[in-house]
C-alpha cells in the first residue's frame, strides 16, 4: 500500500557532506512525522531527527548543529543533509513515516530499505 524509498547513501572522507532522500509513495491520505534512524554495526538503532507535518523538527544531541532534516510536503520527500560528516556517522540510514492510508485512513508506520552511508577517516 505504501512503500518508502531512499536514495543518496554512499562513502564520504570524513568532514564530508551527503544528502540522503526518501520519498513515500502508494495510497496515502497525509503523512505526519517523517524521520530517519541509524543503526551502526553492533550497536543499538538510534533516532537521529525527525520533522512533523508542521515542520517541526528533532535532533539527537551527536547530529546537531551538523544536520539537517526537511521535507518537502508535494513530493511526499524527506531529506537528511549531513555536513561536517564523522567517522562515528558510519551507519545504515532508515526513514519512517506515519502515513494515513487513503484507503483505510488508518495510520501506520511505513519504513524503508536501509541505505549505507560511509564516512572514512
Known amino acids: 500500500q505504501v512503500q518508502l524509498v531512499e536514495s543518496g547513501g554512499g562513502l564520504v572522507q570524513a568532514g564530508g557532506s551527503l544528502r540522503v532522500s526518501c520519498a513515500a509513495s502508494?495510497?496515502?491520505?497525509?503523512?505526519?512525522?517523517m524521520g530517519w534512524y541509524r543503526q551502526a554495526p553492533g550497536k543499538q538503532r538510534e533516532l537521529v531527527a525527525f520533522?512533523?507535518?508542521?515542520?517541526?523538527?528533532v535532533y539527537v544531541d551527536s547530529v546537531k548543529g551538523r544536520f539537517t532534516i526537511s521535507r518537502d510536503n508535494a513530493k511526499n520527500t524527506v531529506y537528511l543533509q549531513m555536513n561536517s560528516l564523522k567517522p562515528e556517522d558510519t551507519a545504515v540510514y532508515s526513514c519512517?513515516?506515519?502515513?494515513?492510508?487513503?484507503?483505510?485512513?488508518?495510520?501506520?508506520?511505513?519504513w524503508g530499505q536501509g541505505t549505507q552511508v560511509t564516512v572514512s577517516s
Open positions: 520533522i512533523t507535518s508542521g515542520g517541526n523538527t
Open positions: 519512517y513515516a506515519w502515513v494515513v492510508v487513503a484507503a483505510t485512513r488508518i495510520e501506520g508506520t511505513y
Open positions: 502508494g495510497s496515502i491520505f497525509s503523512i505526519n512525522t
